[in-house]
């Protein structure tokens, strides 16, 4: 059976404040990483290898006690050379952290180190000379310091003699080692345990969001129909308002290359300028948009549920006519997003951010609009190449992955919050995987602009392009995460999203001569 033509293929008007907040929301999206892959810090990479200096690389958790009170583990790297770490806790031994005297450990420590761990600041001399004086100190191991809030890789070069440490090395950032120097001040004991867990081979957590990235594209595709009943019907917004009222953004090429060029400065930006209060402006518009999306789906299913509640309405000063439905779902949302902010570092907060961010989601499709595969394809093809630079080529200009840089944030301040996140459930380290809101956003609005198709040309499931794109995404983004488990490294999605939605309608239309059609269409 045919899709029902919509009633009105015109853009809406009005409600401009709505539609630049999502827009600026999907904007910011389009600049997080894809699908959350192995850290690159961590892989092996072509530094010099050689007997004693031969060490992988591996991630450390650092757990430190600040006169006996447990504090949050932090997160460090191991050198290519010295002892190896145990892999458990309960194999490693717990210490008494000392800074050396000199701090910079370059030189014999005024300062007893024997049988601690020596927690050194980086500088003044070689890696190796820093661990060997540590271990002459008599220190069971040496935490480095580093001078910027990163990981470095601590190796040989080709000009070094045999190293033969006993001692484990490990850095850690600056903001992580900035954690353990304060709870020294005073005097206070700090207490040092270091190990290297195995990353487990099965990650539980990657079928759940695979669901909900897949799941997400296809509610929010079909939401106008099958939800609000038409795409012209109305539906309560925050102002009591109702969803006819409120514009509908409908993307141009220009304003295709505008996003990539404007969300390739905010990253640089960011890169540059890493800074607390930046983190918290991305938290402050994702709980605006949330607080939209979650308002906007609850409304338009009560209001399917009950189309007598559409009416009721309740006259407020200042505000004018406010829907009742608003007076209930507004407060509620209001006081949903807010306890998410405050508690959003808590072991569950992430149910909240997925659910925010699905709802916010849910609402952008509607809102932001691609007429036709013209502007989908100087949208997609740009974002495409926007990953691969910021990922793959932006090291070879600014010595690291920027992209990767920006979204790992810092120990400081909050976690970006533009994701959907999953935890490991067999992870070690509590992690979680992610995918970036642009991984679903920019692929979902070429699979919502195929539903839109199809009904304004009657076509069904069996001959539209719908059920086609979504087979298309759901088969890019698990292509994502095989690549990401054969190649052990940060895959970026629109990699394998792009070809498999927008090859996807080019190639079938195509084949079904539509491409003209497709090309220049208006919906």
């Known amino acids: ?34 699908a959350a892959g192995a850290d690159s810090e961590f892989e092996d990479g072509v530094s010099p290898k050689f007997p004693g200096c031969d060490n992988p690389f591996q ?34 031994d717990k210490r008494k952290a000392v800074v050396p005297a000199p701090k910079t450990g370059c030189a014999k420590s005024s300062a007893p180190l024997a049988s601690s761990i020596a927690v050194a600041e980086r500088g003044e001399c070689t890696f190796l000379e820093k661990a060997k004086t540590a271990e002459s100190g008599g220190a069971a191991a040496l935490l480095l310091i580093n001078d910027e809030d990163d990981l470095q890789k601590m190796v040989c070069t080709q000009n070094d003699t045999v190293p033969n440490i006993g001692i484990p090395v490990v850095m850690v950032s600056q903001s992580a080692g900035r954690k353990i120097l304060s709870g020294m001040d005073g005097g206070a004991k700090v207490d040092i345990l270091m190990y290297a867990p195995e ?27 099958v939800v609000v009943g038409d795409e012209d019907k109305n539906a309560p917004t925050l102002g009591g308002e109702e969803a006819a009222d409120s514009e509908i953004v409908e993307l141009q090429t220009k304003t295709a290359l505008v996003f990539i060029v404007t969300a390739s400065l905010v990253l640089l930006f960011l890169f540059f300028f890493k800074s607390t209060w930046s983190a918290w402006l991305l938290v402050v518009l994702f709980c605006l948009s949330g607080l939209q999306g979650l308002h906007y789906v609850a409304s338009t299913l009560i209001v399917r549920a009950c189309d007598r509640c559409r009416e009721a309405k309740v006259a407020l000063p200042v505000l004018g006519n ?3 439905v608003t007076l209930v779902i507004l407060p509620l949302a209001l006081i949903f997003v807010v306890v998410w902010a405050v508690h959003q570092n808590s072991p569950f907060a992430w149910v909240g951010q997925d659910l925010m961010g699905i709802c916010m989601m849910i609402l952008v499709l509607q809102v932001v609009h691609l007429p036709n595969i013209k502007v989908a394809t100087a949208l997609l093809v740009s974002a495409f190449m926007y990953d691969i630079f910021w990922v793959f080529i932006s090291p070879f200009i600014f010595k690291k992955s920027v992209m990767i840089t920006v979204a790992r944030g810092s120990d400081e301040g909050p976690s970006l919050p533009m994701v959907l996140k999953m935890p490991k459930e067999f992870d070690t380290w509590n992690g979680y995987d992610m995918i970036g809101f642009g ?28 059920l086609c794109l979504m087979i298309g995404y759901a088969f890019g983004l698990s292509c994502t995460y095989v690549g990401l488990y054969l190649m052990k490294s940060g895959q970026p999605a629109l990699l394998y999203l792009v070809p498999s939605t927008l090859g996807t309608i080019v190639t079938l239309g195509a084949k079904r001569g539509e491409l003209s059609q497709l090309w220049n269409a208006k919906v």
């Not at 006690?65 to 892999?87: C, H, K, N, Q, Y």
């Not at 990353?199 to 129909?225: E, N, Q, R, T």
């Open 1 to 34: 059976m045919a899709f029902p033509a919509p009633s009105s293929s015109s853009p809406r008007r009005g409600g401009r404040g709505l539609a630049y907040l999502l827009v600026s929301v999907l904007l910011l999206a389009s600049r997080v990483p894809g």
């Open 59 to 92: 991630k450390v958790k650092v757990t430190y006690w600040v006169d006996g009170d447990e504090r949050s583990s932090l997160t460090g790297i191991t050198a290519r050379f010295g002892e190896v770490l145990p892999a458990t806790g309960s194999d490693g």
């Open 199 to 225: 990353k487990p081979s099965f990650d539980g957590a990657i079928p759940f969001l695979w669901l909900m990235a897949v799941g997400s594209v296809a509610c929010a595709s079909v939401w106008s129909f």
């Open 322 to 324: 406010v829907t009742v």
């Open 439 to 466: 991984d679903i956003l920019f692929p979902g609005l070429l699979v919502a602009f195929s539903f839109r198709y199809d009904r304004a040309n009657g076509k069904d499931l069996t001959d539209g392009y719908f």
